[in-house]
């Protein structure tokens, strides 16, 4: 956990310091704005929906103790996707705290499409986890058919929202972390509270529902608290995928799958990911911006398989 | 300058070509006629086709502007230009091409081009639809396509107007004489808002044109022809002019942009991105209208 606290911090400097501008002591007023207004806050961004998705994938992973659950199993993405669509094919000219259109009607998305797979998922009682996850399919395609039929239908638009689909935080600023600030520091709290519940789960449902645990209130909080996690991630990113399933994994081989440490943990190891992730993203190909979550993608996919075929059972 | 002395090239190779195959139309009828398209396919016609389908929005502003208007018996969903397109029945969408729809208008020649891709060309051709591909990527492919469907329908002399006319823009935009030979920089800024900024870069019209005004593209020369670029390498290049199709005003309200010398010297100039976009003779008033804007930058 230090190491990875120290990690970030030397990430971020790193990070401060990387850029088209060249920063000289004493800095001019540009540098200063640079430093300050561009990068400090895309720092800020990238580590905060770092760790949001990562702690989402450690809630869906527990919840459904199923290792490939990550972040946009509940169709969250999908639906975030189809706020953004619209919000950019209706030219929508909302703005509230500083915030445009898409950003708002994703995040509403996000919501909508995680509070139809909840209200699905309820159908059932003990086996609500399947019936969601099969639910969070089902919605997930739907809102993507959606999707590419808007798409289908203005292909002038559609490199706006295939871009922003592919992730990434060329425009992040102030206002986008001070949007998601609020939600993300309640929903870390909630999810630090679930350790000891998700550490019971680890044994089985019925273990669990003997040791006293309310299974579905307990199951409906988690996915309440993970659907705001991903909101706000997507709705100030696009979604990026990867981080919110290898860094829980990533980390559990290390500090094991004690759910007190694993949380805290896993936040600082997205955040850290992301954030070397999103710099290498504004800087390999300087000035053309490579979209994050292509990137996560790309790098995650094969360190993930070698994690995965190095020790295949701490992966359990 | 690479690009500008390509394009007289061409453009001289062009002028000698057409005063040949001009002689030759005069002299004898030019059909049956065998035409190599901007594919590099050949097509074959025994007389100018009655019956035309255009692919694209530039494929029907170039056909009306040729005065085939009555030919065309289909245009694709995106055709809105000129206003009598209105009338015009409809195929669908430039890709991919309803090819069912557009045989069924019996067309004896569909003009498409690099928007509807290479195979539906191929299949239409297959299916025994007499196709010529346009690719105009540039100015001067621009102008051998218009020269191609002047030949193929017999209206050369529209045609050669139009690419005289064409050729006449492009060349009010060359600076009057040789400056201290440093070239202003210049963002093309379009997008709805600065949250959404694109550029366009190598292989558009709009870089080609600044580029023959002897202005600097910043977002030139970096791989793509519409691309996303990096705010914070806007401000380390500080242009010091700004085309955009956003209203001005955005740019001295946002706090980074209105840093930019382009913006504190009043150098931010509203264009419309459109007409630049769509490969047709409209292009020519874009271009004057670019040139009338290099005189108030001058002042």
Redesign the interface.
């Known amino acids: 956990m230090v190491g990875l606290s120290l990690g970030l911090v030397v990430a971020a400097v790193v990070a401060l310091c990387l850029?088209?501008?060249?920063l000289k002591v004493p800095l001019d007023?540009?540098q200063r704005?640079?430093l300050l207004?561009?990068?400090l806050p895309r720092v800020i961004l990238a580590v905060m929906v770092g760790a949001a998705l990562a702690v989402t994938g450690v809630l869906f992973q527990g919840l459904f103790r199923n290792p490939l659950a990550d972040p946009y199993v509940l169709g969250t993405s999908s639906g975030a996707a189809l706020g953004a669509t619209i919000a950019v094919l209706s030219?929508a000219s909302l703005h509230l705290g500083g915030l445009?259109a898409?950003p708002l009607c994703a995040f509403a998305g996000a919501i909508l499409a995680t509070a139809l797979v909840y209200g699905l998922g309820r159908m059932g009682n003990r086996s609500a986890p399947t019936i969601m996850l099969l639910a969070g399919i089902a919605v997930s395609a739907f809102f993507s058919a959606l999707t590419s039929l808007l798409l289908?239908f203005r292909?002038e638009e559609m490199?706006?929202i295939v871009?922003w689909m592919m992730g990434g935080f060329?425009?992040a600023r102030w206002a986008e972390v001070k949007m998601i600030l609020p939600y993300l520091l309640v929903a870390f709290l909630l999810s630090r509270s679930f350790a000891r519940q998700l550490n019971l789960l680890l044994l089985g449902e019925d273990k669990a529902h003997q040791l006293g645990l309310e299974v579905a209130v307990f199951q409906r909080r988690v996915v309440f608290t993970a659907s705001i996690l991903v909101a706000a991630a997507v709705s100030v990113s696009g979604s990026i995928g990867f981080i919110g399933m290898v860094a829980p994994h990533l980390v559990r081989l290390f500090i094991g799958p004690d759910h007190r440490y694993l949380i805290p943990a896993s936040a600082l190891a997205g955040g850290l990911l992301l954030l070397v992730a999103d710099s290498l993203a504004?800087t390999v190909?300087?000035?053309?911006?490579l979209p994050v979550g292509v990137l996560t993608s790309l790098i995650g996919g094969p360190f993930f398989l070698y994690l995965l075929k190095k020790s295949r059972r701490a992966l359990h | 300058m690479l690009s500008r002395s390509r394009i007289r090239i061409r453009s001289g190779q062009l002028s000698g070509m057409l005063v040949l195959l001009l002689a030759l139309a005069v002299t004898t009828s030019a059909y049956p006629l065998q035409l190599t398209d901007q594919f590099g396919r050949t097509l074959s016609l025994n007389k100018p086709p009655e019956r035309i389908i255009s692919g694209s929005p530039g494929n029907t502003e170039i056909l009306f502007a040729l005065g085939l208007a009555d030919r065309i018996v289909g245009v694709t969903d995106w055709c809105d230009y000129p206003s009598a397109v209105e009338n015009k029945p409809r195929i669908g969408?430039?890709?991919p091409l309803n090819l069912e729809r557009v045989i069924s208008l019996r067309p004896d020649l569909v003009l498409a081009c690099n928007l509807n891709g290479k195979d539906p060309v191929e299949n239409l051709s297959t299916l025994g639809i007499p196709t010529f591909a346009l690719n105009p990527v540039s100015f001067a492919a621009l102008a051998e396509a218009i020269q191609l469907v002047g030949q193929l329908t017999a209206t050369e002399t529209a045609a050669q107007q139009l690419v005289t006319e064409l050729e006449a823009a492009l060349a009010a935009l060359a600076p009057e004489e040789k400056s201290s030979g440093r070239k202003p920089k210049v963002l093309i800024a379009i997008g709805?808002?600065l949250?959404?900024l694109?550029t366009a870069g190598t292989g558009t019209f709009l870089d080609e044109a600044v580029t023959l005004l002897g202005w600097e593209n910043i977002g030139g020369g970096?791989?793509?022809s519409?691309?996303?670029?990096?705010?914070?390498?806007?401000?380390?290049?500080n242009p010091e002019l700004i085309l955009t199709e956003m209203n001005p005003a955005i740019f001295e309200q946002d706090?980074?942009f209105r840093?930019l010398t382009a913006v504190r010297g009043n150098q931010v100039f509203q264009i419309n991105v459109d007409t630049f976009s769509r490969p047709g003779p409209r292009l020519i008033e874009a271009l004057a209208d670019l040139a009338l804007l290099r005189e108030q930058v001058q002042k």
Not at chain 2, 228 to 237: D, M, V
């Open positions: 850029g088209p501008v060249q007023p540009l704005k640079v207004d561009l990068r030219n445009s898409r289908y292909q490199a706006k871009f060329s425009y504004r190909l300087s000035p053309v911006e | 969408n430039i890709a709805s808002d949250s959404d694109w970096l791989g793509f519409w691309g996303q670029i990096n705010l914070e390498y806007i401000l380390a290049e706090p980074f840093e």
